[in-house]
């Protein structure tokens, strides 16, 4: 593999192990908030705010599991076509199934940018999120949740890491697939 190449899988192999922690100190979270929602239950004294908050550490959960899973080439699939074709075949399956993936996180980041409009917050309005609101119209940075209290951007921040690790994720998958096409026709 060439240097930039294999750079590239080491860092996302790096990043998924990473994922792969965040996910499971997730995982953990979850279980100590329920854990403490059974507890409080049973003693009359219920906290409402930790259904809103395990819903919310559990899509953060999966979306770090869902990055790395793309990484590992592991993700959910339905594999009887690819089970029918030549070996040959299947190679071509796997990059087409790769630049499927680095179009839908491309088009992700281009869909979070217009949402978002990180731009606009920083360069029109210097971060003010209550002045991009009145201008903008778009209350995304100052809408709290329901229970916990806070904004719900902090929530949202997970959907830019996933669509950004992700493509990253598939593009160097992509990178590996046409490397791998390239020295097995030589």
């Known amino acids: 593999m060439n240097s930039l190449l294999l750079r590239l899988s080491r860092c996302s192999q790096s990043l998924a192990a990473f994922e792969v922690r965040c996910a499971a100190l997730c995982m953990g979270l979850i279980f100590l908030l329920l854990l403490l929602n059974v507890i409080t239950r ?3 004294h219920s906290l409402y705010w930790i259904d809103e908050a395990a819903v919310s550490i559990m899509v953060w959960m999966a979306l770090f599991a869902a990055s790395a ?5 592991s993700s ?7 089970d029918k074709l030549s070996p040959a075949l299947q190679k071509y399956l796997n990059t087409l199934v790769d630049l499927c993936l680095v ?3 491309a088009t992700f980041l281009y869909l979070l940018n217009v949402t978002f409009e990180p731009f606009t917050l920083w360069l029109t309005h ?3 999120t209550t002045a991009f609101a009145a ?6 940075y100052e809408e709290p949740t329901m229970t916990l209290g806070i904004k719900k951007i902090w929530m949202w921040l997970i959907l830019p890491w996933f669509a950004g690790a992700g ?3 598939s593009l160097t998958n ?13």
Do not use: R, V
Not at 69 to 73: D, E, G, L, N, R
Not at 135 to 140: D, E
């Open 42 to 44: 049973l003693a009359n």
């Open 135 to 140: 201008t903008q119209f778009n209350f995304i």
């Open 76 to 82: 959910i699939a339905i594999t009887l076509l690819h």
């Open 126 to 128: 210097h971060g003010d």
């Open 69 to 73: 899973s793309i990484h590992y080439k």
């Open 167 to 169: 493509l990253f994720h």
């Open 174 to 186: 992509l990178g590996q697939d046409f490397y791998l096409a390239k020295n097995l026709e030589a």
């Open 103 to 105: 179009a839908f996180f």
